[in-house]
């Protein structure tokens, strides 16, 4: 409703890209008890982050849906990190059966430094006078903490079969946060929008993911793997839009170790399926 000249029919947005990456430092310390029957472990977690998203372009709308005219190209990218930790657990029940059992805390990520891009495509946009606008963007929410438990059976001196059960609280994704670090300006100098916060609320569930997998030691130096996981969806419908996009998933897994003298080779892949879902 800020912007200039924009049409009472309101905006519809073409989204080409959200690319979201994580990358975790994880020590963990580890110490057994019981006849190394059971062992206990404690962990520090950093984790760093990018985010980038774009968007073009915006298009406003007049009555009826008609395109009026295209308003601008938006891009985003910003860094953050995050501090949290985990603890785990672990039993060999007897020589062919072993549980264990995890707890990662949720992460609050600071992203702290990052900007917003604005290309121009008509005068009117937000009333800025150049072509191109940035200005800093600062955000923050929460990833969400994940319990899980584990048991693996040794069927044989070559097969063994493994069941995961991971439970996420993706109900602590309850808000995103945006501030921008500087004031929009018109091509007068005059500030259009000062010290603007964008608000996003998803509505995460809670959601629970099954994994399977066994894995067949072929020689002293090659083992193979196989295993397939249903992960839920923590999007309820009424959280479903273009720019954030989720259903339930379905994938099947291939792995191979192959040992090498002193030093070891692993493969690993992943088919993905996810379920199809339509939205009103």
Partial sequence: SGAE????????????????????????????LAGEKLAL??????????????????????????????LADLNQKVYGDGYTFNVGAHSNVSEKLRLGAYYRH?????YDHGYFTATKRNESVFGVGAARFQT???ADFSLPGT????????????????????YSTWSEFDRVDADMGSPMRSASGAIVVN??????????????????????????????????YYEESPQP???????????????????????????????AYILGVPNDRDVE
Avoid: W
């Avoid at 977690?45 to 009826?64: C, D, F, M, N, T």
């Avoid at 949720?106 to 600071?110: G, L, Q, S």
């Avoid at 629970?208 to 090659?222: H, I, K």
């Avoid at 259903?247 to 692993?266: F, N, P, Y």
């Fill in 41 to 70: 472990s404690v962990g520090f977690i950093y984790a760093h982050s990018r985010l980038e998203s774009s968007s073009k372009p915006v298009i406003a709308l007049g009555p009826g849906g008609t395109v009026v005219r295209k």
């Fill in 237 to 267: 419908e009424e959280s479903v839009a273009p720019n954030l996009a989720d259903s339930d998933k379905h994938a099947v897994t291939l792995g191979a170790t192959k040992k090498m003298g002193m030093a070891t080779v692993d493969f």
């Fill in 195 to 228: 010290d603007a916060t964008l608000s996003s609320d998803p509505n995460f569930d809670d959601c629970m993911a099954v994994r399977v997998g066994v894995a067949y030691e072929c020689s002293e130096t090659l083992t193979v793997r196989a295993g397939y």
């Fill in 147 to 166: 319990f899980g438990c584990g048991l693996n059976y040794q069927a044989t001196d070559e097969l063994s079969a493994e069941v995961n059960v991971e």
């Fill in 136 to 138: 800093r963007l600062n």
């Fill in 5 to 32: 000249g924009v049409p009472a029919g309101g905006f519809a947005r073409k989204v080409d890209r959200i690319d979201l990456a994580v990358t975790y430092v994880n020590p963990v310390v580890v110490y057994e």
């Fill in 106 to 110: 949720k992460i609050f990520m600071d």
